[in-house]
């Protein structure tokens, strides 16, 4: 952040572009997720085929594959967490992701790997 004025970091956040955003987009982890894969940050980037599980809301307690993240929004889309529409069709339910635990990381990625310091 640029400034320690309050209102100003209110404002560059919301106004921030989607690569600055993504630095945003961090939940973070469980106890036994850390100790497993002897991770030693609290938190991690969020994204698609990560396991997480709610902790706040009228979903507390769910848990559920990330299957979108919205970086405009700071929202996160989760299998199996659905409403229905009017129409009754079904429709995933945005989650914010400060209220996100992540509890499984999708480590296909050898750069994610590289970059939470896990080996192998």
Known sequence: MGSSK????????FNA???VRQGF?????TKELKTKLSIKRR???IRRGDTVKVVAGDFSGKTGKVNKVSLRSSKAFIEGLTRKNAKGKELMIP???SKLYIT????????RKEKLGIKA
């Open 6 to 13: 309050p209102r100003r970091q209110r404002f560059m956040r």
């Open 17 to 19: 572009p989607l690569h």
């Open 25 to 29: 987009a961090h939940a973070h982890l």
């Open 43 to 45: 938190s991690a980037q």
């Open 95 to 97: 989650i914010p992701i």
């Open 104 to 111: 499984d990381l999708d480590l296909s990625d050898k750069f």
